[in-house]
C-alpha cells in the first residue's frame, strides 16, 4: 500500500509538471493559388517598373549627351604665334602654369593640374621640368616659380584649360628666358594631346 501511494504522488506530481511545460508550436501558412499568383504578378510589375526605370534613365543620358554634342562648336585651332623657331635649339621645357577652370569659374592650380600636364607632355623629346618634384618646398609657396629661373636652354609653358558653355577651350602659351612668346595658340574642342602636339611631336 505505501508503495501505492508513493507512485501515486510520483504520478501527480509528473502531471502537475507537464500542465506548466512550454510546447512550441509552429503555424505554416499556406497561400492558395490566387494569393500565390497574385504575389508573382507584383513581383513581375516591379521588375518591369525598374527595367523601364533604368531604359528611361538611359535615353535622357543618351538625348543629354546628343544636345551637348549638337550645342558644341565644331572643333577648332587658332595659333595667333606660330612656331618658327627649332625647338631642338632648347633642352627643357618648364611648366610655369597649369590651370585648370570649370563651367562655374572656379579654378584649379595645384599638384594634380601640374602633374597632368607633365604626364600628357612625356612624349617630347625635351625635358619636362615640373615645378612640384623641382622644388616641392618652392612650389607650395608659389607655384609658379619656375618663371623666375632664367635659363636660355628651358622654354617656358602656360596652359589654361576652361569650359566655355558646352566648349573645352585650351590656351597654350611658349615663352622663352627672355619672356619673348615662341608659340601661342588657342583651341576649341581639341584633344588635350592634338593642343600639345606642336611641343610634343616635332
Known amino acids: 500500500m ?32 490566387t494569393t500565390k499568383m497574385n ?6 510589375a516591379a521588375s518591369m517598373a525598374a527595367g523601364a526605370a533604368a531604359a528611361n534613365a538611359r535615353a535622357n543620358a543618351t538625348a543629354a549627351r546628343a544636345a551637348t554634342s549638337a550645342a558644341m562648336n565644331s572643333a577648332n585651332v587658332e595659333e595667333k604665334v606660330p612656331i618658327t623657331v627649332d625647338l631642338y635649339n632648347y633642352s627643357s621645357i618648364a ?19 601640374y602633374s597632368d600636364l607633365a604626364s600628357s607632355l612625356a612624349n ?6 615640373n615645378p612640384v618634384d623641382y622644388d616641392k618646398k618652392r612650389f607650395k609657396k608659389n607655384t609658379r616659380f619656375l618663371r623666375d629661373i632664367k635659363n636660355p636652354e628651358w622654354l617656358y609653358l602656360y596652359y589654361v584649360k576652361s569650359m566655355v558653355g558646352v566648349n573645352e ?19 576649341t574642342n581639341v584633344p588635350f594631346s592634338e593642343t600639345l602636339s606642336p611641343i610634343v611631336n616635332f
Open 169 to 187: 577651350v585650351r590656351s597654350i602659351v611658349v615663352r622663352d628666358h627672355k619672356n619673348k612668346v615662341i608659340y601661342n595658340a588657342t583651341t
Open 124 to 129: 617630347s623629346p625635351l625635358t619636362i621640368i
Open 2 to 33: 505505501k508503495n501505492v501511494n508513493i507512485f501515486f504522488c510520483f504520478f501527480i506530481f509528473i502531471c502537475s509538471y507537464a500542465q506548466y511545460e512550454t510546447v512550441k508550436v509552429e503555424v505554416t501558412e499556406k497561400k492558395d493559388f
Open 39 to 44: 504575389e508573382t504578378t507584383k513581383a513581375n
Open 95 to 113: 611648366i610655369v602654369n597649369s590651370t585648370y577652370s570649370n563651367a562655374t569659374g572656379a579654378q584649379s592650380s595645384n599638384k594634380r593640374t
